[in-house]
């Protein structure tokens, strides 16, 4: 019997990613993040979701991609996943919600050294789709100890 893979797909400039949709708690829109002073680089601040502060990251800073620049429909398209990582729940900002897909681990490849900038240390492999490569993270590798402590004050 075949083993299937769900994994929620996303967009982050023009690569696409997947985080396996076990470690997703929702998807929320786009929306105010508050700054947080003397924070990690690519942690933008934090949001209110219902009551619950939650640090937001954005992985295109912590991929060092270049920044973007967002049209009006760009920033439509744009949303927080909000994930549970190492029993903390963190947002990481994405371009683009794209779908639920369903894969089996058959067809996971080890991952190359480096693509697109992204050290494989924080990929768990990559799958080739008709299109592109998909690029499965590795959510308990994008953060170390030390970061998520710092994410939540306790450092």
Same mark, same amino acid.
């Given at each position: 019997m075949e083993t299937l893979m769900s994994l929620v797909t996303f967009k982050i400039g023009n690569e696409l990613y997947g985080i396996d949709i076990m470690e997703v708690r929702e998807i929320v829109r786009l929306t105010e993040v508050t700054p947080i002073p003397n924070c990690p680089s690519f942690v933008d601040g934090v949001i209110? $979701?219902?009551g619950e502060i939650i640090p937001i990251v954005d992985l295109g800073k912590r991929f060092h991609f270049q920044p973007l620049e967002y049209t009006?429909?760009?920033? $439509?398209l744009r949303g927080i996943i909000i994930i549970n990582a190492e029993d903390m729940i963190i947002g990481v900002m994405i371009d683009q919600v794209n779908r639920v897909?369903?894969?089996?681990?058959?067809?996971?490849q080890p991952p190359p050294q480096v693509i697109a900038g992204i050290g494989a240390e924080y990929i768990q492999g990559v799958v080739k789709t008709e299109n592109n490569l998909l690029i499965i993270l590795n959510i308990k590798k994008l953060f170390s100890r030390y970061e998520l402590l710092q994410l939540t004050g306790r450092a």
């Open positions: 209110t $979701l219902r009006e429909e760009d920033e $439509l897909v369903n894969i089996s681990y058959d067809q996971i």
